[in-house]
């Protein structure tokens, strides 16, 4: 497939990068600095564009076959902006297919109770929480896109591919401890898995071992 991948130089959209093209897929990697991309791959392309500008990321996608989301939350304002110009660049693009990275504080700990709103939620982290939450909800409005967030477990670190974890849907998924973990490059398998073989169209789903 043809896929772009926006925020493809971070923690996340750097191994999801790796994952597709060891699959061999041609990808796009589209990043505020280029430079931040030492990957040398034939079927790497990257380019620089700003994703709060919708024109741009039209342009940046155009003759893709589907576009990953990787954009680094850092305030709700500048998230959910960058959300909605990838939206309607995709729109602008006429490609449907969108995966969005999201985050773990948008999942259940118990029926109608998020991690973000559990009381030993760390508030460093509340604000880049906050922010995946309020693009997440703008996601879930959008009928007009095949689209799907894959959500990590409460701690993504790196750590060895495995292909080995279990799939949840909106609540939180823990092992017999309590623990909610997954690599980063498991996480990014899981998410190329439904890239390649869609299970959860407009929908979301999570990962964790």
Known sequence: MKIAIIGASGF?????????????????????????????????????????????VAEAISGTDAVISAYKAVDTDTYVQATKATIAGLKQAGIKRFILVSGAASLEVAPGHLLLDSPHFPAEWKPIAEATRAGLLVLRQENDLDWTAVIPAAMIEPGPRTGKFRVGTTSLVTDEAGNSKISVADYAVALVDEL??????????????
Not at 13 to 35: K, S, Y
Not at 44 to 54: E, G, M, P, Q, S
Not at 197 to 209: D, E, G, L, N
């Open 12 to 56: 996340i959209g750097h191994e999801i990068l790796n994952e597709a093209l060891q699959r061999g897929h041609q990808v796009t990697a589209i990043v505020r600095n280029p430079e931040k991309i030492t990957v040398s791959n034939d079927n790497l392309i990257v380019k620089k564009a700003d994703v709060t500008d919708a024109n741009a």
């Open 196 to 209: 390649e073989t869609p299970k959860h169209v407009k929908q979301q789903f999570t990962v964790a071992y």
